[in-house]
T-cell receptor
Framework: KNQVEQSPQSLIILEGKNCTLQ??????????LRWYKQDTGRGPVSLTI?????NTKSNGRYTATLDADTKQSSLHITASQLSDSASYIC???????????FGSGTRLSIRP | EAGVTQFPSHSVIEKGQTVTLRCDPI?????LYWYRRVMGKEIKFLLH????????ESGMPNNRFLAERTGGTYSTLKVQPAELEDSGVYFC?????????????FGPGTRLTVL
């Protein structure tokens, strides 16, 4: 069964600290993996995309990694800011990117 | 450039009523997608338009849901008659192309509450 699992479900950290969010997937045939940020009341916004051959991708303070062998991805946030408070969703595309599956997301709260 | 817009932002209706959600994609985007997130669950795919044609409607839950994209511009999603389990947030997304690096741009969603 194709599915995407994320952990933790929620996370609270202090401003300025780093954190890492996890995504495990069982999807075949894999096409790409995206991390999205979703602020409350808004639609998801893409942060990074990685294909099978890419194992790391950065976007400012966000760094995503992908291990296609273990089917795991992580999103590392460095020097967190209050504006990083949001849900972070892992989305995996398969079947030539025509199909996508969303993870349930990690709700991240940054405290001052 | 205007992003994907959705209307209304919120809708509260009673069971058995009809509701129509609208999505205006980014101008020039041929691909339009509808998704839904029900309470506590992950976002799930409903269907995909390429211009005015339904490319994939495998995610539509049942025949109470009807999506249209006449003229290949904006799209509507009608729920008739609405049931309690239809409550959730309905997202629309658009993209200029398909393929491995296809990026979908999401609208803010319509929150539907069926009482």
């Amino acid at each position: 069964k194709n599915q995407v699992e994320q952990s933790p479900q929620s996370l609270i950290i202090l401003e300025g600290k780093n954190c890492t969010l996890q995504c495990n997937y069982t999807v075949s045939p894999f096409s790409n993996l995206r991390w999205y940020k979703q602020d409350t009341g808004r639609g998801p916004v893409s942060l990074t995309i990685m294909t099978f051959s890419e194992n790391t991708k950065s976007n400012g303070r966000y760094t995503a990694t992908l291990d296609a062998d273990t089917k795991q991805s992580s999103l590392h946030i460095t020097a967190s800011q209050l504006s990083d408070s949001a849900s972070y969703i892992c989305v995996v595309s398969y079947s030539s990117a025509s199909k996508i599956i969303f993870g349930s997301g990690t709700r991240l709260s940054i405290r001052p | 450039e205007a992003g994907v817009t959705q209307f209304p932002s919120h809708s509260v209706i009673e069971k058995g009523q009809t509701v129509t959600l609208r999505c205006d994609p980014i101008s020039g985007h041929d691909n339009l997608y509808w998704y839904r997130r029900v309470m506590g669950k992950e976002i799930k795919f409903l269907l995909h338009f390429v211009k005015e044609s339904k490319q994939d409607e495998s995610g539509m839950p049942n025949n109470r849901f009807l999506a249209e994209r006449t003229g290949g511009t904006y799209s509507t999603l009608k729920v008739q008659p609405a049931e309690l389990e239809d409550s959730g947030v309905y997202f629309c997304a658009s993209s200029p192309r398909t393929g491995v690096y296809n990026e979908q741009f999401f609208g803010p969603g319509t929150r539907l509450t069926v009482l």
